[in-house]
């Protein structure tokens, strides 16, 4: 028993982490990440392997040697497996992986499945070493295991580095907290390797990911922000007579153009998960500025005046206000910034001319440029109480010609290659009221 101690209340946690892992998600019917799900099923036989290897090693003399070989080679090609899910499951945390994106799962899996023959090739090489306190096994596929953590990891961190702009604070600090924790771990079981920590490293992964990431209970929570944000918007646009059902369709657009810029080749260091996620949650309150419009120019039959519009572009520089004061104590960080770009710079034009700040070009915030297509193209879609709905073939139309004065070149043209797309989702929406 004295050799698998730490194994054995390594296994003792990650089994109970699993256990409330499973109950939360039955009880909260929150969906689970499959790739996470995978790391629950490859470590704790890792950690059971750790564990009968540290014991068989120290028992050469009563345990058959094609046993102990077995055992050792079991434990290196989870252990590898371990290595190869993690950074998936990691990937697809500050990226995103999707059946248009699987290139990434691809290469993991890749190199994972190489470390694997590798580590098979070189089981022959095996050695089992007498220490002062244990035995321990050295050799070629147990450098493989390592390597492989140290090139798979290192990636992620190059990643988190090379892109830190816009991955979500709170995933960048606790994925490289637990990336170095592991790599300290590692290298303390390289120099010495008599410790036998290795179970370590996948108990820390699975207990770290569930506190920051995969705890069903705080999941329920944020599901919870978005139905308030959702509600927020809705009573906002319930004062509007003239916007009926334009939070659901710009939010879709939205939806779509950020489905696109995911696959561009541009876009491709700034479109994650998270960045997704919060424009997409955020969209929904890019009018919240009118809840300070007054109602006779809010809810007004017919066309404004000078002095009224001018009332009425107040509602964008109200909404950074609102969006600020309302979610001020909000952990997240990224979306309360997201959100209140997409309130107070959506009526911005990319030459300029729009307001409240006149910005310009790339100085306005990049979720905004996305809400103001979407945003024009409903307006100019949808009927209001002093003209018809514009033809689908003008609408389209006034986002070619705003190319480079009201709206980002690359963006727009993003948008309109998609007009299939947009026109089913037109159709859609016409379709459910």
């Not at 470390?115 to 450098?143: D, E, H, P, R």
């Not at 370590?200 to 990911?209: E, N, V």
């Not at 705890?215 to 007579?241: I, Q």
Request: aromatic share 10%; glycine share 6%; with cysteine.
């Amino acid at each position: 028993m004295q050799y698998i101690k730490l194994q054995a209340a390594c296994l003792i946690i990650v089994l109970y982490t699993i256990a409330t892992y499973i109950r939360s998600s039955m009880t909260t019917q929150i969906k689970t990440n499959i790739f996470y799900n995978a790391i629950l099923v490859i470590a704790p036989v890792a950690i059971i392997l750790d564990g009968a290897t540290a014991w068989t090693v120290n028992h050469l003399d009563s345990v058959p040697g094609f046993v102990n070989d077995f055992l050792h080679l079991l434990f290196l090609i989870y252990m590898s497996l371990s290595i190869a899910a993690t950074t998936i499951y990691i990937y697809d945390q500050l990226m995103g992986i999707s059946r248009k994106n699987c290139r990434p799962l691809i290469l993991f899996l890749s190199t994972g499945i190489l470390s694997q023959v590798l580590i098979v090739a070189g089981a022959s090489s095996l050695q089992y070493i007498q220490g002062k306190v244990t035995n321990y096994s050295m050799g070629f596929s147990v450098y493989v295991c390592f390597i492989s953590m140290f090139m798979h990891y290192g990636f992620i961190l190059y990643l988190i580095i090379s892109r830190h702009k816009y991955i979500a604070r709170e995933k960048k600090f606790n994925t490289i907290f637990i990336i170095i924790m592991v790599g300290i771990l590692i290298t303390c079981q390289i120099l010495f390797p008599e410790v036998l920590i290795s179970s370590l490293c996948p108990t820390l992964i699975i207990l770290g990911f569930f506190i920051d990431f995969e705890n069903p209970a705080l999941k329920k929570l944020t599901s919870y922000k978005d139905d308030m944000v959702e509600g927020f918007a809705n009573l906002v646009e319930n004062r509007d007579n003239n916007t009926g059902g334009h939070i659901r369709r710009t939010r879709n657009y939205v939806k779509l153009i950020l489905s696109k810029m995911k696959s561009d080749s541009h876009y491709k260091n700034v479109i994650n998960r998270d960045f997704i996620v919060n424009v997409s949650n955020a969209a929904p309150l890019h009018d919240i500025g009118k809840i300070a419009t007054p109602d006779n120019i809010l809810q007004k039959p017919g066309k404004l005046t000078d002095e009224e519009y001018s009332v009425m572009k107040k509602h964008a520089e109200c909404g950074g206000i609102i969006i600020l004061e309302t979610f001020k104590n909000l952990d997240n960080q990224d979306f309360k910034t997201i959100a209140y770009q997409v309130a107070r710079y959506h009526h911005e034009k990319y030459n300029g001319k729009g307001y409240p700040e006149g910005l310009k070009g790339e100085e306005i915030p990049l979720c905004a440029r996305i809400m103001a297509i979407a945003d024009v193209f409903d307006a100019v879609s949808q009927k209001r109480c002093y003209r018809n709905a514009m033809p689908a073939e003008e609408c389209f139309k006034i986002i070619q010609n705003g190319i480079g004065t009201d709206f980002d070149p690359l963006l727009a043209k993003i948008f309109l290659d998609s007009r299939k797309e947009v026109e089913a989702l037109m159709e859609t929406s016409a379709n459910s009221f």
